[in-house]
């Protein structure tokens, strides 16, 4: 059974979404949360952020970067021990 990736990632509720192909969501609030789903699901080739995460102060963070930056230390951790 092949498992689906994550296809896109938008910003909600001071969360992040993560969609994968088969277009089933999963949310995640915290930064191991979300590393914990980046970890057991991988990114696709072809991932995207949605517009949510340009505009992440419209979906309860305190600024429009905060959300990648969440995402983006999510990544880091889900990586540790990886290499």
Known sequence: MKMEKIDFVT??????????ENGKTHFGKTVPEIAKLIKKYKIS?????????DF???????????AKV????????SR???E
């Open 70 to 77: 969440k995402f983006n230390k999510a990544l880091k951790l």
């Open 11 to 20: 910003a909600e509720n001071k969360g992040i979404n993560i969609h994968l």
């Open 45 to 53: 080739d072809n991932a995207y952020f949605g517009s949510s995460m």
């Open 56 to 66: 992440a102060s419209e979906y309860g963070y305190k600024n429009n970067n905060a």
């Open 80 to 82: 540790k021990g990886a």
